[in-house]
Each structure stands twice: as C-alpha cells, then as structure tokens.
C-alpha cells in the first residue's frame, strides 16, 4: 500500500484584532502613568507655594485695596505738590503759558519809545494798537505830542487814555537810564503804571524788561557807556515794583540776550534798536508768557 501524506492542518491567522490588543494596553499603561506623574507634580508644586506654608503672609484683597487707597495721595496733596513756579506771581517774572496766537493782541496798546515803535514799523502785529514814538521818555510822556496827524497830535497818554484796551504792554525808558540812574527811573515807572491803573483799571498791564544792548555799538553811536550790569539792576528793581503796584513783569531780555548777557551783534546796527527779523523773538517770548484773562 503506498504511502500516503498527512495534510498539515492549516493554521488560521488570527487576524488584525489580535495586533491592536497590545498596542492599546500599551497606550493604557502611558495613560495611567501620566496621570500619576501629574498627581505627584501638582502636590509637589502646592507644597512649596507661599500661600501653602504661610497662609497668612498675603492680604486680604480688602487689606490690599485699603493699602494702595492709603498709599495714593489725596487729590489736594496732588495739587500742593506741583511746582508752584507755574503760577504767576506778582514781584516775578511771567512764566511761561500755552502758546497764543497774534490774534491775542488785537485787543492791546503798546506804549513806547523808538525800539517799539518797529513793531509797527515791521509790520508785526498789524492789528495791534501801537503808541509809540522816537524820542519818548519816562520824563516827557506826559507832554511830547507825537501821536496823531500834523493837525491834530495827542501825548501817547492821551491816546491810551481814549482806549479800552484788555492789556497793555510798558516799555520805555532805556534812553534815560545813563542820566537817571535805576531808582529815579523805577520812580518815573511807577507813576506812569499808577496813572494807566487808574484810567484802565480793568486792564492786564504788562511791564517789560529794558531790553539788552550792545555795549561797543551803542557806546560807538550814542557817545557814552551804558553797560548791560546797569540795564540788569534796573531790571530787578522794575521787577520789585510790578510786584508791589501788582502788574506783571515779562522778561523779555532773556529771549534776545546772548551767553554773555547783551545784545548779540549780528541783530542790531546801532547796540540798541533791533533789525527787522529779530522783532519776531521778542513777540514770540510775548506769546508764550502770558496771564489768564478774567
């Protein structure tokens, strides 16, 4: 009898599903293991928190506001604390304000001598009001007949007397400093503000510093010496007495001088009066140092 094979019995694949059994204990195992990794971490961290050791070193949150509300000045110690030089103040100089425009001086008189006459002359401020003449001083205002046509002439007083003018601007003077010297010319200044206050009393009046001078041209054209140490005490003495007759003083000499305290040379042809362009520094200054109209 011949031999015969056995068939071998075929072995059945067990199939996809059998694959995926070990993967997914696999990915049950991380899972579990991470959970408690995260477990440990988050008690490691609340261990070692301030608030977890010493429960009582953080505030309240009312505790905290009523701090900070303690800690924060009051709006009236807020406001005694700014600086006070930004007010003005009678007996000091105007100090420095919001910008204005020429417009502001529609409504002003400014009375002097030949150095505000270039104003006019210049065509600064084409609206303002400007009595002013050459040869006008502190002594002669009252008298000199310079403003007006040939028929028919006013002292500069008599103009500003027939005026309503919100402000006045003051400068006059300087040509009779040398003869005068500082005090009698603070004297004859301070009649003259007197005398405006009782005409205009609801006027801002500004009195204006004398204005530098260039020390070897005016010597060289006027034929004395006037230094700018006698222009500067006259200055402070004006200052003191726009405090006590309660007018502003603006300090219009700092906008022209330069390091060495006069009148650089390149703005003037005589030490005194000023060239065209250089007007503008002086009624800039005047822009930017103004008081609050009431």
Known sequence: MPNQRRSRPV?????????????III???????????????????????PDYLYPDSRPSSSQSES????????SSEESSSEPESSAVQFGQPVPESKRVTSAY????????????????LYNILPD??????????????YTQEVIGTEDS?????????????????????????????ADKTVELYRDLVQHLKEIHPDSIIY???FMPINEQKFEANYGYNLTNAEIDECNEKLMAMAGE???????????????????????TTDGLHFKGEYYNKWIDYLKEHTVPET
């Open 207 to 209: 009195v204006q510093s």
């Open 153 to 181: 002439k006013q002292t500069i007083l008599e103009a500003a007397d027939a005026q309503q003018p919100a402000k006045i601007y003051v400068m006059l003077g300087i040509n009779g400093l040398k003869g005068l010297g």
């Open 128 to 141: 303002t009001t400007v009595l002013a003449a050459v040869g006008v001083g502190l002594e002669n205002i």
């Open 245 to 267: 007759e309660q007018v502003y003083y603006v300090d219009v000499a700092s906008a022209i001088k330069d390091e060495t305290g006069g009148l650089p040379a390149e703005f």
């Open 105 to 120: 001086f529609n409504d002003a008189v400014f009375i002097g001598d030949s150095l505000t006459t270039g104003i006019q």
């Open 67 to 74: 701090s900070s509300e303690a800690s924060e000045p009051s």
């Open 11 to 23: 072995r059945r694949s067990s199939g996809s599903g059998d694959v995926f059994i070990p993967v």
């Open 27 to 49: 990915l049950l195992g991380i899972t579990i293991l991470s959970l408690l990794i995260a477990f440990v971490w988050q008690k490691w961290q609340d261990k070692y928190d």
